[in-house]
Nanobody, 123 residues
Framework: VQLQASGGGLVQAGGSLRLSCLAS????????WGWYRQAPGKQRELAAS???????NYADSVKGRFTIFGDDAKTTVYLYMNNLQPEDTAVYFC??????????????????WGQGTLVTVSS
């Protein structure tokens, strides 16, 4: 599975952005999606995730401001970010957790990553 992230940019504090992550390849193997972010000098952290069944999870720092959801075709996941703050400045990465089976029916779990998209929030 290949992931293509887009939608980052420069926004003022209080503004909004929508990130998109488009998957191609064996999209039927995707079991969950995630949006991670990495601020300068900090470790990558999970911002939001959604399972193929629609269950969502958010970091405390973004609850109530960010919304993750996917399209009906399950090929694109979005991250709506509202009321952005300077501390949200980071490179945002999308991920897809994959489950597929080998020819001998052995389960294989892996994660694909998209390239990062930079979100900069000015004060």
């Amino acid at each position: 599975v290949q992931l293509q992230a887009s939608g980052g940019g420069l926004v003022q504090a209080g503004g909004s952005l929508r990130l998109s992550c488009l998957a191609s390849g064996n999209v039927n193997s995707i079991r969950a999606w995630g949006w991670y972010r990495q601020a300068p000098g900090k470790q990558r952290e999970l911002a939001a995730s959604i399972t193929s069944g629609g269950s969502t999870n958010y970091a405390d720092s973004v609850k109530g401001r960010f919304t993750i959801f996917g399209d009906d075709a399950k090929t694109t996941v979005y991250l709506y970010m509202n009321n952005l703050q300077p501390e949200d400045t980071a490179v945002y990465f999308c991920s897809a957790d994959l489950l597929y089976y080998t020819d001998s029916m052995e389960p294989v779990v892996s994660r694909s990553w998209g390239q990062g998209t930079l979100v900069t929030v000015s004060s």
